[in-house]
């Protein structure tokens, strides 16, 4: 049975927020040992902070260059052409091999609200938007994530990024609560025959946090509920393809789960955590 390190279906490249080329991150993939490579580029949005970080509305070169890229590899290693698609786009993820539903950014006061950026401007939305109450802010983001789930996405990714720039809990207890049931809200309207919940390690690759999402009692409440778990590096960069892969799936026992799955060509399939090499 592969292991959950030949797997990888949640990198950006340069055509959005990241820092290889799409063929760098695919060669980086193949000398890795991943053989179910998948490129999911942020999905256009009409946010003017975002303009940078995202792809093309058409992602036409995002496109052309992954059907180039699955040709080289043809036989080799499977790439897949996916989106991350934000609660905010205005393009389609269904035109994809598959999608990874995601909030970035909140809309509220007549004005785009950056939730993962930096503190100033998560502070600056607070006061903005929601009267100085960051649970009220809190709340707004859950909603969003429980929209995007609603669509049931192939994968829901890093469903408590609210907690990236909270590290050290300077901004909100995440045990309070009002944070509790509005994370929980959320996750409850994920379907788990539908949907898998991603364990996402890419901001502790760049420094924001020193574990994976999400956090432990949010993995048992959904293994509770019967879902399954795909790891993945949320990668930027070729260096990051499988980091802490390791760490992910130790959190996926501790959880409670014994599989996790892995996405490729022909869907969705579960492998036992127990095959996976350390990186």
């Known amino acids: 049975m592969e292991s959950v390190f030949s797997c990888c279906v949640h990198t950006h490249s340069l055509l959005c927020d990241g820092r290889d080329t799409m063929e760098r991150m695919a060669g980086a993939a193949w000398e890795q040992g991943v053989r179910s490579f998948g490129f999911s580029g942020h999905s256009h ?4 902070h975002d303009r940078e970080g995202v792809l093309s509305a058409d992602a036409s070169a995002y496109r052309a260059e992954a059907l180039r890229l699955r040709q080289v590899y043809k036989g080799r290693m499977e790439v897949l052409i996916g989106i991350e698609w934000d609660a905010l786009s205005d393009v389609s993820f269904a035109q994809w091999d598959y999608w990874i539903g995601s909030v970035h950014n909140l809309k509220a006061g007549g004005r785009y609200h950056a939730v993962d950026w930096d503190r100033e401007k998560l502070i600056c939305g607070r006061d903005q938007a929601f009267g100085g109450d960051i ?16 669509k049931k996405p192939t994968i829901l990714g890093h469903i408590d990024q609210i907690c990236k720039l909270n590290g050290d809990g300077g901004l909100f207890d995440e045990e309070h609560h009002r944070y509790r049931a509005a994370a929980l809200s959320a996750l409850h309207q994920a379907d788990p025959s539908s949907t898998l919940l991603e364990i996402n390690t890419g901001a502790v690759a760049r420094g924001y946090r020193k574990e994976p999402y999400p956090a432990l009692w949010l993995l048992r409440e959904w293994r509770r509920m019967g879902g399954r778990i795909i790891v993945t590096s949320d990668a930027h960069s070729a260096r990051h393809l499988l980091y802490g892969y390791d760490m992910g799936t130790a959190l996926a026992q501790a959880a409670g789960f014994s599989t996790a799955c892995i996405l490729d060509a022909g869907g969705i399939r579960e492998t036992t955590i127990d095959t996976a090499r350390s990186n």
């Not at 949005?45 to 003017?48: G, N, V």
């Not at 649970?135 to 609603?150: M, N, P, S, W």
């Open 45 to 48: 949005t009409p946010i003017p």
């Open 135 to 150: 649970y009220a802010l809190i709340e707004e983001y859950y909603r969003e994530v429980g929209r995007v789930a609603e």
